[in-house]
């Protein structure tokens, strides 16, 4: 976890130099881990640009899933979030790819997050979780499981920086796992971006139907939106674009494509 606890936490708005203050003091203090980063970054390296002017889904938890149609896409690649593997055999969808930011969720899934067959990358706290206690998490990997993870560097929280990462070699920028899978899209090169399950509506957590939820109320979303419209104008701006292809929902940040 952190060393110091980002602003958010607290019921009082700190300037935003402060805040940067923060980030940069905590990224001084994740250098005792460079060499495990470094581990991961021949893969990132290898990953970059792999999938350059192709399309992918990037996949919410979102209680809309349960209505979304899987069928017409399911061959397609998808980059899901958090725990989603309890929702697989329902949508019949493969993930190539899973971003864990929670440090909840890894701590409770880790064993089923590494046993399924996709490349999941740790981000913010899953990251820090993990190598503090990287030697249990090794005890308890899977015998038989054979995908690892991939540990992205934690830059700090996207509403301090106001921007994405568009190199996970460099790291990434947290506060919402569905940006850390935008920037994990954006580094692998994907032209075109679909969201699915981002529904921005939930009010005590909600999840599609048999999944865990770990989330807590949101109470306004504004700054939120605000923030998607920092990925938005990023990926516009490179020549790429994010559509919203989720069912129902209040985002309207992005142009609404059927699938």
């Known amino acids: 976890m952190s060393i110091i606890k980002p602003a958010h936490l607290y019921n009082i708005k700190i300037p935003r130099p402060i805040r940067k203050s923060f980030c940069l003091f905590n990224r ?46 399911h061959s397609n690649i998808f980059i899901t979030s958090n725990n989603f593997y309890e929702g697989k055999k329902k949508f019949k969808i493969n993930p190539l790819f899973n971003v864990v930011a929670d440090d909840t969720v890894l701590r409770k899934h880790y064993c089923n997050l590494i046993d399924n067959n996709h490349i999941t990358f740790l981000t913010e706290d899953a990251t820090r979780n993990f190598l503090k206690y990287e030697t249990i998490y090794r005890v308890m990997r899977p015998k038989k499981s054979h995908m690892d993870l991939i540990l992205v560097r934690p830059l700090g929280n996207m509403d301090t920086f106001m921007t994405l990462s568009k190199d996970l070699r460099k790291g990434a920028y947290g506060g919402m796992v569905i940006w850390s899978s935008l920037q994990v899209a954006y580094h692998l090169g994907f032209k075109e971006v679909y969201l699915l399950g981002c529904d921005c509506t939930f009010k005590k957590g909600e999840h599609f139907k048999g999944a865990q939820s770990f989330k807590k109320s949101v109470d306004d979303w504004e700054p939120i939106f605000k923030k998607y419209e920092i990925a938005k104008r990023m990926f516009e701006l490179s020549g790429r674009k994010i559509y919203n292809a989720t069912v129902g929902g209040d985002l309207e940040i992005f142009e609404r494509r059927e699938i």
């Open 28 to 73: 001084i203090s994740d250098f005792k881990y460079d060499y495990q980063f470094k581990q991961d970054y021949a893969m990132l390296d290898f990953l970059h640009n792999k999938f350059t002017g192709k399309k992918c889904f990037v996949v919410g938890m979102g209680p809309s899933l349960d209505k979304t149609n899987f069928k017409n896409i």
